[in-house]
């Protein structure tokens, strides 16, 4: 349907592929079977991380659908939990002058997120998937975020011009970033 895949997780016997466009497919490797699912109210949103929780269900986040292909406009960014049906979404995180870019469920249960401003990335946590705090400040854009060894590294650029001067590190290591 014309927009540009962001994002493959296979999780068991399904994948999952979103996409710039508000439409996530579900590919049912067993069954050999295609289901395209696509959002009321996500139609100018992009998809461009999704996770499986350890609950059984899915997280995505996202925003507007021209971040994603580096226009400058307001994000109204989101995170929202979906059953593996792709039934219904439940939108638990929103903000309109932030973009979510990277999720990660750590090894402890908690949810993070790498929330952009336009100038920093703060990686804001929650528990409960409902009550959201600041964990940390990175200067400059987090496009993902992983676990290794219970430590949480980072990457991404150190401005909204991608193709200079990246960043990555480690959480908890204060101001210290390394720069390619």
Known sequence: ???????????????????????IYRYDIGKKEFQRKEFAGFQNKCFYDLIALKSGQLMVCGGRKGIS?????????????????????DVVWHNPRKFIWSL??????????????G????????SDLIHWKKKTRIKGLVHRIIEE????????????????????????????QNLY
């Not at 990660?104 to 401003?117: C, E, G, I, K, W």
């Not at 100038?119 to 929650?126: A, C, E, F, G, V």
């Open 69 to 89: 292909k580096g226009e400058k406009i307001i994000p109204k960014g989101f995170a929202a939990i979906l059953d593996r049906s792709l039934g219904n979404i």
């Open 104 to 117: 990660l469920q750590t090894d402890s249960n908690q949810v993070l997120a790498a929330s952009f401003n």
């Open 149 to 176: 060894n219970n430590t949480i590294w980072y990457c991404g650029t150190r401005t909204i011009r991608y193709k200079k001067d990246g960043i990555a590190g480690q959480l908890g290591q204060g101001k210290k």
């Open 119 to 126: 100038l920093n990335t703060k990686i804001i946590k929650t």
């Open 1 to 23: 349907s014309g927009g540009s895949i962001l994002k493959i997780v296979k999780v068991e016997d399904l994948v999952f592929i979103t996409t710039d466009n508000g439409v």
